[in-house]
């Protein structure tokens, strides 16, 4: 079978599993599939980026991810005049005020030369700074929160339309990726992972803690859609005209149109990014890549800046991974600092890639689909084979509860199981690296 007959079958598969999710569960269902499996695989191809074309080895995916979300809620939500009001000078002045004393002592380690004097001279710096940062910001901060803390007790965003915070999402990403870049590129890969890690823990910890950021783990609710409120689209006769003469009921209509209309956008986003991605691995700069992936001496004999370029790509590749966390966001309509959790956004991420290919943007894209069809469903198929195991048991039985209860864990087991059986049959991934 040639490679694009098998890519072709793969990706029916795909298809034939989200159409048969509709069929069988609902089309809701399935639809939630469809476009959490677009923001997936969006996110696989950031990290084969930064894995599969450099072999960084990011283990920070969930930070990036979160800074997305918070995108779209400094940009899309409306400002909350009272608490800008009440503090929002104070905050802005004393974060002004925390970097310049970064900044400061930053120019007195370059300038000063070695000795008691430049250490004496930063810390001065940095404690003075700090102490007169707090000064400032405790106050603002307690004030902002104290405003209306049931619904609001933040700043509010821009108010702005959301799709816009989609490349703000990635941006913010960037950013954050330059900083640990510049500290951590240079250690080795399992020193880059554990720094990678711990900055997402500190990543997500503040946006849990500092509640006139977003409101912490109070969340944000009504996030703006990208799309037509459904509640609008069940009120407009012309469109339940045309959902009755569908015989499909105007509420499910309406929500299905509005699932079909992100499904769209993500499509696009996710068409565009490969094309790109195909283009930068196809081009000189994607061959110096691989070719540093492979042999980062060789490369740097040939007079290529491997930290550099290193550099490069982690950023791009967690650009995307931000913009993706912001739609991911807008799907879900809130901003829940607590449910960015590793095992989703991290490690589910780094199992897509590698059973769909490492190395392979194609192969990212089939991995982001197939096991996020898997995460979703193997819980309530996991359910039905547990009853049909247990079927001939007597009710009470120890064994059939044990075994009940245990279809909860499924989920877990499945992808452990699926990891092993391509590492063993097929290393390389579903679709591997050509």
Sequence with gaps: MSDTMRNTVYFAGIAVLIIGTGLVYSWDNAMFILNFGLVSAIMALGVNLQWGFAGLFNVGIMGFVALGGLATVLVSMPAVPEAWRAGGGGILISLLLGAATVVLAVYAFAKLPKGWVRGLAMTVIL?????????????????????????????????????????????????????????????????????????????????????????????VYGIPSATPDPIELQNTPSFVERATGLGIDPVQASTLWVKLIYAGLFTAVLVLLFILAQRALNSPWGRMMRAIRDNEVAAEAM??????????????GSAICGMAGAMATTLDGLLAPQSYQPLRWTFLIWVMVIVGGSGNNLGAVLGGFLIWWLWVMVEPLGHYLMVLITAGMADGSALKEHLLDSAAHMRLLTMGLVLLLVLRFSPRGLIPER
């Design 303 to 316: 007079g290529k800046d491997v930290t550099a370029r290193h550099l490069q790509i982690f950023i791009l």
């Design 127 to 219: 404690i003075g700074g700090f102490f007169l940062y707090r000064a400032m910001f405790d106050p603002a901060v307690g004030a902002v929160e104290a405003v209306n803390p049931a619904i609001e007790g933040y700043l509010g965003g821009l108010g702005l339309p959301v799709i816009v915070a989609w490349p703000v999402g990635g941006l913010f990403a960037a950013g954050a990726a330059w900083v640990i870049g510049k500290t951590a590129l240079g250690l080795r890969s399992d020193y880059l992972a554990i720094a990678t890690l711990g900055i997402a823990e500190i990543i997500v910890a503040v946006l849990k803690n500092e509640d006139w950021l977003a409101r912490g783990v109070k969340l």
